[in-house]
């Protein structure tokens, strides 16, 4: 059974820094492209950035808000995704996703097949 | 950035139908896919590649894509359909995923 669990989230001040943890089993993790997506309190999805496989190049790539401030990175020895938030701001304040990410090259196509259960991020003085 | 727009709120009867939109320019040159939220879950891939069911969604949930509207019908809706659903596609042109509105699915 595909698992993931989210881990890392709390309250933060501005400006602050947070690492995200994603541990994964069910699947062979090392072969799977990850994201990340974010929801704000009584808000809509957001996708925050997703990383490559390794035997994909192991790129990144994130959405323009979260660029420069974010990076997303993965240790697959330990089946575990991680996302690096600094300069926190308030619009950062959300639950946070892994997912594990279908991606059909060169088509460009790609979704998000599985879901973990959430980590809320509060950045808030 | 590419855009895509829902209605906010869709309202149906028990053992009807529901459609709900995605509205995007040019949206049937890309492939859709669309998520069900229930309030204080995960979000669950209901519809990929604009008509495909993953394993275990009933076949009661469906999809259509065509011109600048994606379409997901939900047919005999059942009080267990109540949620958020949103479409997403992946906008190859800035290299990033893209997710609707989102749209509240209420049964009567």
């Known amino acids: ?125 | 950035s590419y855009v895509l727009t829902q209605p906010p709120s869709v309202s149906v009867a028990p053992g009807k139908t529901a459609r709900i939109t995605c509205g995007g320019n040019n949206i049937g040159s890309k492939s859709v896919h669309w998520y069900q939220q229930k309030p204080g879950q995960a979000p669950v891939l209901v519809i990929y590649y604009d008509s495909d069911r993953p394993s275990g969604i009933p076949e009661r949930f469906s999809g259509s894509n065509s011109g600048n509207t994606a379409t997901l019908t939900i047919s005999r809706v059942e009080a267990g359909d109540e949620a958020d659903y949103y479409c997403q596609v992946w906008d190859s042109s800035s290299d990033q995923g893209v997710f609707g509105t989102g749209t509240k699915v209420t049964v009567l």
Request: charged residues 15%; contains cysteine; hydrophobic residues 35%.
């Open chain 1, 1 to 125: 059974e595909v698992q993931l669990v989210e881990s890392g989230g709390g309250l933060v001040k501005p400006g602050g820094s947070l690492r995200l943890s994603c541990a994964a089993s069910g699947f062979t993790f090392s072969n799977a492209w990850m994201s990340w997506v974010r929801q704000a309190p009584g808000k809509g999805l957001e996708w925050v950035g997703r990383i490559k496989s390794k035997t994909d190049g192991g790129t990144t790539d994130y959405a323009a808000p979260v660029k420069g401030r974010f990076t997303i990175s993965r240790d697959d020895s330990k089946n575990t995704l991680y996302l690096q938030m600094n300069s926190l701001k308030t619009e950062d304040t959300a639950v946070y996703y892994c997912t594990i990410t279908i991606v059909v090259v060169p088509a460009a196509i790609v979704y998000f097949q599985h879901w973990g259960q959430g980590t809320l991020v509060t950045v808030s003085s």
